[in-house]
């Protein structure tokens, strides 16, 4: 059995929280996965030392994970062994600013096109784009503008 490089030592405070979450059955199934994980390595229970191959096959779970675990848990806390890591920032910047949103308003509210008696979400589109308010956007993003001013001006 290969030694053990990272040791989880449970207090008891920490223990009933994981027992909680286990038993709440509401949280999301990795965490869940990583509470047993963190019980079943727990070294402060007498005679229970376990290898990680073990952990990993009464869980179903690769060894690395256990091993990834007991890393997390013994650098940072049980906070971030359990719980994800919000983004700080989401994955692609919104191309729709509040900016280009009062802009395509403050364009729909104005004066349609000659030759046409309102402005339509198509037509909307087009125009921001020549504007250069945005370099694409399709009708539907611009409906989605609409819908959600006439949503907060009925509230």
């Known amino acids: 059995m ?20 286990i038993s709440k059955g509401s949280s999301p199934a990795r965490s869940i996965m990583r509470a047993h994980v963190l019980l079943a390595a727990n070294e402060n229970r007498p005679g229970t030392k376990r290898s990680e191959t073990a952990i990993a096959k009464q869980w179903n779970v690769h060894p690395q994970t256990v091993h990834t675990i007991r890393k997390t848990y013994a650098e940072k806390d049980l906070e971030a062994t359990i719980h994800r890591k919000k983004r700080e920032t989401p994955p692609v910047p919104p191309k729709i600013t509040g900016d280009v949103e009062a802009k395509i308003i403050a364009l729909s509210c104005s004066t349609p ?43």
């Open 2 to 21: 290969p030694k053990v490089k990272y040791h989880v030592r449970l207090s008891e405070e920490e223990r009933a929280t994981l027992q909680d979450l």
């Open 113 to 155: 096109p000659s030759g046409r008696s309102r402005w339509t979400l198509r037509l909307l589109a087009e125009k921001a784009i020549e504007l250069q308010y945005v370099d694409s956007i399709s009708h539907q993003a611009v409906g989605h503008i609409l819908k959600k001013r006439v949503k907060a001006s009925s509230s």
